[in-house]
């Protein structure tokens, strides 16, 4: 099977990767790019582990190709924090305990900064329905519904 080469910028830089044509985007990012942080839990797109945008919207990476990404542009979590200053969302998850093991969490930021990127102000309702798709199979998701509200206010008041 012949090889594809794949221009796209992945955390606002420039990258290029060669793919088989049916090699996840997910497997892209992780073996070709060696961004590790996007995990593979489920590898039918219902775990929500392996969440990135793809020119601002959020798909489960494992579904979709590595071909795909041309022309894109991809946001995982390495791109998250600014240097060493971590996202308002990553703090506040730290400071309301909201992650154990950490295997979800990547995905769970992921989504969590694309829906405060659409509403800046969720209900509570609003953040449980768009990180329904993210599993956690190690803490309760009273935690992480907090940490994303604190984050939302922190992001709004700075505003």
């Known amino acids: 099977m012949s090889l594809v080469h794949v221009t796209t910028k992945v955390n606002g830089d420039e990258a290029e990767f060669l793919c ?6 997910l497997d892209c990012l992780r073996d070709r790019l060696g961004l590790t942080g996007s995990k ?4 039918t797109g219902d775990c929500g582990a ?8 959020l798909v489960s990476s494992c579904l979709v190709l590595g071909v795909e990404a041309e022309g894109k542009e991809i946001r995982t979590i390495e791109g998250m924090s600014t240097g060493e200053e971590l996202h308002p969302l990553q703090r ?4 309301h305990a909201a992650l154990q093991c950490g295997f979800c969490t990547p ?3 992921v989504a969590a900064k694309a829906l405060l990127e659409k509403d800046p ?5 609003d953040i449980r329905y768009w ?5 956690c199979r190690c803490t309760g998701y009273d935690k992480i519904i907090r940490a994303v ?5 922190e992001m709004r008041e700075a505003v």
């Open 131 to 135: 990180l329904a798709g993210n599993l």
């Open 50 to 57: 392996c969440s990135v945008t793809i020119d601002g919207r």
């Open 40 to 43: 593979e839990g489920c590898g």
């Open 107 to 109: 995905g769970i930021l």
């Open 92 to 95: 506040k998850f730290i400071e």
């Open 121 to 125: 102000d969720p209900s509570e309702e």
């Open 20 to 25: 088989e044509p049916r090699e996840t985007l």
């Open 149 to 153: 509200q604190d984050a939302a206010k």
